[in-house]
């Protein structure tokens, strides 16, 4: 959506870190979900934030501050296989129930 | 065992022509979406459904006319294809409006 930002695109090296940023404005907050989605696949789960603090899954770790309308997703021991759009969604209150309004997704290129 | 199938996964028509997509989940999930993304990856939510109830309805055409004949089923059908339908459709589902979500593989839609 149009109140969810995050970067275009960004690059990085094999085995480096990358921080994938993404900021919000929503009428209502009910969660923040980041999807990983390779070129020609569906959007696949990576996490899930409604509390404050980080929230950490392997190699990937996700961050929220509500109060700051932020989050991140952390991304460690970069492999090529990272190469992929990240999506950040936020769930908000719409239709008399809870919809997931995504972002633009940032594009991450892992080269060797 | 896939557990958001959608058919077909590529669709070619000519505008003006009638099309559905057929969207199918075994998760047990009574909530089910449609989604769809455009050439710039933004993906919008159009609707949503609630135990065969629609709950959801974004600003979409009124040729687009989904159908939930159960709540295992959510089928998207489109009258009158135009040049600017083509995009990829993604079907979900999430256990009520608050669960995660899982998508379907997409169908690409090209109208010619």
């Known amino acids: 959506g149009q109140n969810i930002d995050q970067p275009t695109e960004m690059t990085a090296t094999e085995g480096a870190i990358v921080q994938i940023n993404c900021t919000y404005q929503?009428?209502?907050?009910?969660?923040l979900f980041w999807y990983q989605q390779h070129a020609g696949e569906a959007p696949t789960f990576l996490s899930y934030n409604v509390l404050d603090g980080l929230e950490e899954k392997g190699r990937f770790s996700s961050f929220l501050s509500r109060s700051k309308g932020y989050s991140y997703l952390l991304l460690k021991e970069l492999q090529m296989k990272d190469s992929a759009s990240y999506l950040c969604a936020v769930r908000e209150p719409g239709g008399g129930s809870y919809i997931p309004t995504f972002g633009r997704g940032t594009s991450l290129i892992v080269h060797p | 065992d896939t557990a958001v199938s959608q058919t077909p996964k590529y669709l070619v028509t000519q505008m003006g022509n009638d099309k559905s997509i057929k969207c199918e989940q075994n998760?047990?999930?009574?909530?089910m979406y449609w989604y769809k993304q455009d050439s710039k990856k933004f993906l919008k939510i159009m609707f949503s459904?609630?135990?065969?109830?629609?709950?959801i309805n974004e600003t979409v055409p009124n040729r687009f006319s989904p159908k939930s004949p159960d709540k295992a089923h959510l089928n998207l059908h489109i009258n009158s294809l135009e040049l600017g339908d083509s995009a990829v459709y993604f079907c979900?589902?999430?256990?009520?409006?608050?669960?995660?979500?899982?998508f379907g593989s997409g169908t690409r839609l090209t109208v010619v």
């Open positions: 929503t009428s209502g907050f009910n969660g």
């Open positions: 459904y609630n135990n065969k109830e629609l709950i």
């Open positions: 979900a589902s999430s256990q009520g409006s608050l669960g995660g979500y899982t």
């Open positions: 998760l047990g999930h009574d909530t």
